[in-house]
């Protein structure tokens, strides 16, 4: 389905909505597999996806018809391998703004890409990149938040809440899956435009706890420490003991 209603330049204007799929993301995978070429900005997304996969080989659970779920499809050949980081951060930074719109205060980014509103995760982003010759040659962005779901009783799912609960009112979904879409491609722009600093440092300030004594676990224990920066690998710094340490994905747990 095209849709140009979108305010973008060209993220959603090729609009695939699916009633039901098992994951946007592979779904995009399986369209780049053909010989078609596909157009930069392509959102694919679903009412039900029954499949839906998260970070680390987790699974995404997401009511049918009530949240959104989709992908988008991006090539950023201009960021550097080693700075991959930069395009989580312009995908988190771009759903915040969108976000704060909403209800000024409350939402941040939980490290890596986790979408949160107080101590509540929203949504969360699955970004797979396509590398060829230390090229990033595709990105398939994937995104779901929780938008009208009232309730979410499965396993794992005691920390979700939806933009529905927090605003206390029903969230017209095409809506702001435009604004979204609007949102990531203003800083995905400023990206290719070589303003990663303000990117980096607007990532910086919505990052949740950071500046904040709070209790983290790694492989030595649980200790109390301060989050200070991500770089643009993606690696979190955390003060513990007057010292920082550094972290990758996997290697430290947030406690509450
Ligand atoms: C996470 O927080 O673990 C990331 C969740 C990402 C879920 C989205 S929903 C649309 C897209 N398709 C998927 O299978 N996953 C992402």
């Known amino acids: 389905m095209q849709n140009n209603t979108f305010p973008t330049l060209f993220v959603g204007h090729n609009l695939i909505r699916l009633s039901s799929v098992g994951s946007t993301n592979d779904f995009l995978k399986m369209m780049l597999s053909n010989s078609e070429p596909l157009l930069e900005g392509t959102v694919i997304m679903a009412d039900n996806q029954f499949a839906g996969r998260g970070q680390y080989s987790s699974s995404w659970q997401s009511e049918p018809g009530s949240n959104l779920t989709f992908s988008i499809f991006l090539k950023p050949g201009f960021v550097p391998l080693e700075k991959q980081f930069l395009l989580n951060m312009a995908v988190c930074v771009g759903i915040n703004e969108v976000l704060c719109k909403l209800t000024p205060s409350g939402f941040s980014v939980k490290w890596p890409n986790d979408v949160y509103y107080q101590d509540r995760k929203v949504g969360g982003v699955l970004i797979e990149n396509g590398v060829s010759e230390r090229i990033i040659s595709y990105s398939i962005v994937g995104i779901g ?64 706890r950071r500046g904040i004594t709070a209790q983290y676990e790694d492989k030595t224990g649980a200790f109390d420490g301060e989050i200070t920066r991500v770089d643009e690998r993606g690696v979190m710094f955390v003060k513990r003991e007057g010292k920082d340490y550094e972290y990758r994905v996997k290697e430290i747990e947030f406690l509450p």
């Open 145 to 208: 938040i929780n938008v009208n779901q009232q309730n979410f009783d499965g396993p794992g799912l005691a920390k979700a809440v939806s933009i529905g609960k927090i605003l206390q009112q029903h969230v017209d979904l095409q809506d702001l899956l435009r604004q979204i879409c609007g949102g990531i491609e203003a800083e995905y722009l400023k990206l290719k435009a070589g303003r990663q600093q303000d990117l980096h440092e607007r990532y910086l300030s919505i990052l949740y």
